[in-house]
């Protein structure tokens, strides 16, 4: 198999990450693609940094011996504890989301501003976000939020029940009116409760989806090391470590992503 013809790696804590593989899919439609969902460990984000980083190793190893030509970290959490951990074993480039969506984040944010970060426990606490836009040089005042509860919400496919507006109002209802300019859904889940957090923060606030902005650097990382695949229709392969068929039923339903037979693989 030609370099340019290997798969796509993309890993998250659950089915969050399938954001990403949709944006993937959509902007890189020649690409094979293997998403591997950790759904027998989700949530990340309330784990310790150091079983973030072991389940993540665990997965790039498995993901590495599919021979994949990239890798895509689609975990906010992961990407806040454990990229450049994969970084110094992986022979292949690895992509996370932070990068992209701080770059999205200040394209929307005005010199001066109010960036709002909401992610989970762990990403918050790794304050990820915070230094990648000092890193970049932004000149804006950045608030973080933990908002815990959002991703077993959207693992249990509720996103579109009361509970999920009214936890978002609990987290978020403070923030509104405070001037805030640009709100990072800084967690892969979170982009499936969009209108609901919009919706709290009003028309002021522009929610900013990182999944695109990370589909666009794989894109811009493969032509620069020229590994795009030549025109045809790339397949799809998905693996998780639980429960499959819960798996498949949820990526129809939240994201009308049409997944076939869903393999297992446990650590």
């Not at 620069?224 to 045809?232: A, D, F, H, T, V």
Request: hydrophobic share 45%.
């Amino acid at each position: 198999m030609g370099d340019a013809r290997r798969p796509i790696g993309i890993f998250d804590s659950g089915l969050g990450g399938l954001t990403v593989y949709k944006a993937l899919r959509s902007l890189l439609p020649a690409e094979d693609l293997i998403y591997f969902g950790d759904t027998a460990r989700v949530p990340y984000g309330t784990k310790s940094p150091e079983a973030v980083i072991a389940f993540s190793k665990e997965i790039a190893a498995f993901l590495l011996a599919r021979r994949i030509k990239l890798l895509v970290v689609a975990c906010n959490t992961a990407s806040s504890l454990a990229l450049e951990e994969i970084r110094r074993v992986s022979p292949v480039p690895v992509l996370g989301v932070i990068a992209p969506g701080v770059e999205a984040a200040l394209a929307a944010a005005p010199r001066g501003g109010r960036v709002l970060v909401t992610g989970t426990t762990a990403t918050v606490n790794s304050r990820a976000y915070s230094r990648a836009l000092e890193a970049a040089g932004a000149r804006v005042r950045v608030l973080e939020k933990a908002c815990p509860l959002f991703v077993p919400i959207v693992e249990e496919g509720w996103c579109g029940k009361p509970v999920a507006a009214a936890v978002a109002r609990e987290y978020l209802g403070p923030f509104r009116g405070r001037g805030i300019d640009a709100l990072i859904l800084g967690c892969t889940h979170y982009p499936l409760l969009k209108k609901v957090i919009a919706r709290v923060m009003g028309p002021r606030t522009r929610i900013v989806d990182s999944a695109q902005a990370a589909a666009a650097q794989a894109r811009r990382e493969l032509e620069r090391r020229g590994l795009l695949n030549p025109g045809r229709a790339g397949r799809s392969e998905f693996v998780v470590s639980d429960a499959p068929e819960r798996f498949s039923l949820l990526a129809r339903r939240l994201l009308g992503i049409k997944t076939g037979k869903v393999s297992v693989k446990r650590f």
